[in-house]
């Protein structure tokens, strides 16, 4: 079984022991193999980074540094949004339209046979 990781799951796991609960237990649970990221999930923590960096430079940096290893260790593990992605996306908006970033992570996870892991349920 593998997992695509929503940006607020990766959030909540970068701080280590003060990580929720919850989410600690299952990263612990599950096999980093079977972990994914979408390039949305990396553009995302990338924005994050860049609005930071306009009042924190330094933690900025620091967040760059984090950002480079996550890429590296996700490296074979990071999902494009392909055409088949794309068509997913379209057919899940219908009748009702999902927030894009929520709803092209969904689609990603159903075109790759992954469990979408996130702490955003409502939007889901």
């Not at 980093?32 to 994050?48: A, F, K, N, P, T």
């Not at 330094?58 to 068509?87: G, H, N, Y």
């Amino acid at each position: 079984m593998g997992y695509l990781i929503d940006t607020n799951i990766l959030s909540e796991l970068q701080k280590g022991e003060r990580a929720d609960p919850s989410v600690r237990a299952w990263y612990d649970r599950v096999e980093v193999r079977d972990l994914y990221l979408s390039v949305l999930v990396i553009g995302e923590v990338r924005q994050g980074i860049e609005r930071l960096r306009r009042r924190d430079p330094a933690q900025a940096d620091r967040l760059t540094q984090q950002l480079v290893s996550i890429k590296t260790d996700f490296a074979d593990r990071i999902l494009p949004i392909s055409m088949a992605v794309a068509e997913r996306w379209a057919r899940n908006n219908v009748p009702d339209a999902l927030p894009v970033i929520d709803g092209l992570l969904a689609a990603t996870a159903q075109v790759h046979d992954l469990t979408l892991v996130t702490r955003n349920v409502p939007a889901m």
